[in-house]
């Protein structure tokens, strides 16, 4: 490490860093606007200006802009030299010229990263008198505000939306001094991870449209760690809160996860937690008043509970704990989870797979820095898009890595490095069912279906290690694309395969398996990574509970069961004549859930369930990271956390009254030692009781406008704030006032740094872990990996059995789901921007088969679901090969069909429909 000189104090500092980021890793403040830790360097804002000395003679210096300085061993540098403090002084006066003088109004007031730095520059008086330049405002969509007003001209919004990002339709427009930032026209923002630019911008030129809706400032939210609810990546998030709603979600840093990015699903996504549907009173079916309180509700569900047999069903977007909760009250073998038999097959066997230890799953920091990926029919652009947003980096990096390592350019030096590398791209090969916006940075991207491309990967295999079986009937064309691919593979350090459950196929994932399996035998330790529907979906795998089929036929075989449902609305998984029959052969159905849905309307007892932000939880991501979720909200009326409902029914249950109130933490613990999958959960956060110094953290940032100004419209008394016994975590200002474990910090603050940037306060050093560590555990299978690093890992398992080659039917068509990111998953679509941007019902064929069919795009056609004919209009999916059809998931409108089933298209609900066999497993 080279000692570096910082007026006149000797540092250590990291090899190859700027001098910006070393200084701030250092706790030495020094303003920025254009450099950014996943962006890099490009010395635009001319802001971080500093004085560098030849050595310790040098009396004069030059001043240089830090963040294009590497430090090497010796420099000297000031920082607080008057010529440097009056560079930037000028500097930020001359930004300020044309800033309006509307701080007082701007959403971005309070948490804007230009204040802070005009404030440490010390510029606070404005000699401009002449006419401000002005520019016209685009409506960009439903969840950006849009104020060309403020714009400093740092160029990060395009370098993040274009250059890391991948989108297209946002840029820079300039002509002599005015230079002008948003698309040629105002319209929706396309990019996915466009709400990336609320945090980027480091002033009010993209702001928060939701959040502008209720005008509230960051010191007036009360705010929370949590974990994102929407997919399976389990990405860090805060709450923030006011007025007893959640009004805001910001992006939590966690460098193994998704480091300083979002996607717009869950940033935007949270409206269902105020929404008008939720349920919020416990309800008695099929009586005069059906809303009741603590006392018949108690008495009816004793009266439920008491001789009957039980039946749990699990579900994948609850907590590890409240699953669990449920498995003490109805027993191991009565509980079940709501998935159909084939999906909670193919999650169980990745589960399986994940936990065994034997296969190496990446984290997304590791998928990143990957240099040669893989993927196997998994459209992660819309399953999983911060892995998506990972892949693209890998392609990016791995191309910039090689050029500067052949310029000698450091990684941080960005437009250097971009134009060393000019259009060179590292590997990935992309071999889904449908095409996809990663196809542009792909060195192979295939159209095939689930089988063909199962086979494909075996082929692959089989190319990386030639004792695995072949595949004789591969065609030339197709044998020099699996040499290629394979041929990448083998000669990559760090490969990464990646797959998962959409295409409802074993095959892929014993292909992606056993890829991994063939490069182990050359010395290689290949990632795999299976993504999985929600965001639990693992920890309720990890259970090894039996399907709903299976909990089907136990309330058909044996009548008089009572049916307690999690969280989970069967008719969004389970064909409504299946789910029809279950709910039909109980005698009593006990809900809980959060929102009103068509599972709640079969229930006889309706129990309201706290959303996430109302309660703390675990959840297991892809990779068996368990990760907890703290409350930001106190739960209004009669809401309370699952477990804690469940806590009450065990209760009832034992004839002991309500029952004996328990922590999360005590959960967890009984689940580690119930079940040795889950080893290690235990220390996912720290306990209730944890203090520093004897304080609580507080969840009230320390300018927190005070609680009797916030309600002065009711009471002018200092209410009692609620008392939170679950977590360490307080519903007031006062508290720790440090930095609190990682687990536990719930907004990025520091004296001077009120924006998100004072992120880096918190982090051993710009852009890497947090101080303590990043929050979350690995269990066990995972963990056990990760710590024998050093030794020769255990090889991942063959699978011989290939997938027989996919043929299109006569008359019948596959049926697959398409999975879109705005629209598919259950709780986002309660967000009215979300609706607006889902797509209506439709049904997706190729060319060819639209050809053959004689249609076009637009027409209705007729699609056989359970014997009955369900029109769609036609949406004609280019690649798309003959004899799939696709239908959106989770689309209103659109019965839940059984996926990876053959099913006929006819022009006419007139034509006599065939049943056909399904798909076996």
């Given at each position: ?115 802070d ?61 005015h230079?002008?930032?948003g ?6 923002l ?120 039980l ?88 191309a ?31 071999l ?85 399996a063939?490069?182990?035998?050359i ?5 795999v ?43 969004r ?55 907890q ?17 469940l ?8 004839a ?22 889950f ?16 304080q ?74 947090l ?65 607006r ?20 795009e ?55 429909e ?8």
């Open positions: 490490m080279p000692t570096i000189y910082i007026d006149s104090k000797p540092y250590e500092a990291l090899a190859g860093k700027n001098l910006l980021e070393t200084c701030l890793g250092l706790g030495i403040d020094l303003p920025y606007f254009c450099w950014h830790p996943a962006l890099g360097s490009v010395g635009a804002c001319r802001q971080c200006a500093v004085k560098v000395f030849k050595d310790a003679q040098d009396g004069t210096g030059r001043l240089v802009m830090s963040c294009m300085e590497m430090v090497k061993e010796g420099m000297r540098a000031s920082v607080s030299d008057k010529d440097a403090v009056a560079f930037r002084a000028q500097v930020i006066e001359w930004l300020m010229t044309n800033h309006p003088h509307d701080c007082p109004v701007c959403d971005e007031g309070g948490s804007c990263h230009l204040q730095m005009t404030v440490m520059t010390g510029h606070d008086y404005r000699r401009f008198r002449y006419k401000k330049r002005t520019y016209e405002n685009q409506n960009l969509g439903p969840f950006l505000h849009h104020e060309m007003n403020r714009c400093i001209q740092c160029y990060r919004c395009v370098r993040f939306y274009h250059d890391y990002a991948g989108g297209k339709d946002l840029g820079v427009f300039a002509a002599h001094n230079v002008y930032f698309r040629e026209t105002s319209g929706i396309e990019s996915p991870f466009s709400g990336n630019l609320v945090e980027v911008c480091p002033t009010g030129v993209f702001t928060d449209k939701l959040l502008k809706e209720h005008y509230t400032r960051k010191w007036d939210l009360a705010s929370a760690p949590s974990i994102c609810q929407h997919c399976s990546l389990g990405c860090n998030i805060f709450t923030g809160e006011r007025y007893g709603r959640l009004r805001q979600i910001t992006n939590r840093y966690n460098s193994e996860v998704n480091g300083y990015f979002l996607c717009d699903k869950g940033r935007f996504g949270y409206a269902f937690v105020n929404d008008v549907n939720r349920v919020t009173r416990p309800l008695l079916r099929n009586q005069t008043i059906e809303a009741v309180d603590e006392a018949p509700l108690m008495k009816t569900l004793r009266e439920m509970l008491s001789g009957e047999e039946i749990g069903i699990g579900s994948p977007r609850a907590s590890i704990e409240s699953n669990f909760s449920l498995i003490q009250l109805v027993g191991r073998d009565n509980f079940y989870q709501g998935l159909p038999e084939y999906p909670a097959y193919l999650s169980g066997k990745v589960a399986e797979l994940v936990q065994s230890g034997a296969l190496y799953v990446p984290s997304l920091k590791e998928i990143e820095a990957s240099d040669a990926v893989l993927v196997l029919g998994e459209d992660i652009w819309n399953t999983a898009p911060v892995m998506a947003l990972a892949v693209r980096q890998a392609v990016v990096r791995t910039a890595a090689q050029a500067g390592k052949q310029s000698g350019l450091p990684a941080w030096h960005d437009l250097a490095v971009k134009e060393a590398t000019q259009e060179k791209k590292g590997f990935l090969a992309n889904t069912v449908c095409p996809s916006p990663l196809d542009e940075e792909a060195a192979f991207s295939l159209r095939r279906a689930p089988d063909t491309i199962a086979r494909l990967g075996f082929a692959i295999a089989h190319a990386i290690d030639p004792s695995l079986p072949s595949l004789p009937d591969i065609s030339t064309a197709m044998r020099s694309i699996v040499n290629s691919i394979a041929g990448a593979l083998r000669s990559a350090q760090h490969p990464v395969i990646i797959s998962g459950v959409s295409c409802y196929n074993e095959g892929l994932i014993k292909a992606a398996c056993t890829i991994a063939a490069l182990h035998t010395g290689l330790r290949a990632g990574a299976y993504v999985l529907p929600e965001c639990n979906s693992m920890g309720l795998a990890l259970l090894h509970a039996p399907s709903f089929d299976n909990a089907t036929a136990r309330v058909l075989s044996k009548p008089g069961v009572t049916a307690i449902i999690l969280e989970a609305d069967i008719y998984t389970v064909a409504e004549k299946e789910a029809d029959a279950f709910f039909d052969a109980c005698k009593h159905i006990i809900v809980l859930d959060s929102m009103h849905n068509r599972t709640t309307q079969k229930a006889h007892a309706l129990l309201p369930a706290a959303a996430f932000a109302e309660t703390d939880g675990t959840i297991i991501n892809y990779e068996a990271r368990a990760q979720y703290f409350q930001v909200l106190a739960p209004q009326q009669d809401i309370r956390a699952s477990w804690k409902w806590g009450k029914l065990k209760g009832l249950r034992a002991a009254g309500n029952g004996q109130q328990v922590h999360p933490d005590e959960i967890l613990q009984q689940l580690e030692q119930a079940l040795p999958a080893k290690g959960i235990s220390r996912v956060a720290p306990s209730p009781d944890f203090r520093v110094h004897g609580p953290i507080p969840r009230d940032p320390q300018r927190y406008s005070g609680r009797t100004a916030i309600l002065a419209n009711l009471t002018v008394s200092e209410p009692r704030p609620p008392q939170d016994t679950d977590s360490p975590l307080a519903f007031s200002m006062e508290g720790y006032p440090g930095i609190p474990p990682p687990a536990l910090i719930p907004f990025y603050w520091a004296p001077g740094w009120n924006s998100n940037q004072s992120v880096s306060k918190y982090q051993q050093e710009p852009g890497g872990a101080r303590d560590g990043d929050p979350g555990v690995l269990l066990s299978g995972q963990a056990v990996l990760r710590l024998t690093g050093e030794e020769k890992p255990t090889a991942p398992p063959l699978f011989m059995d290939i997938p027989e080659a996919f043929e299109a039917r006569e008359d019948r068509w596959l049926l697959l789901p398409q999975v879109h990111l705005f629209g598919s998953d259950e709780l986002s679509s309660y967000t009215p921007g979300i609706r941007l889902a797509p209506q019902p439709y049904i997706g064929l190729g060319e060819a088969d639209a050809t053959a069919l004689g249609v076009i637009g027409d209705d056609i007729f699609v056989w679901l359970e014997g009955k004919a369900c029109s769609f209009p036609l949406a004609i999916r280019k690649g798309l090969c003959p004899g799939i059809t696709l239908l959106p998931m989770g689309i209103p409108g659109i019965p839940v069909p059984q996926w990876g089933s053959w099913v006929k298209i006819t022009l006419s609900e007139d034509a006599e065939i049943r056909c066999p399904s798909k076996i497993f």
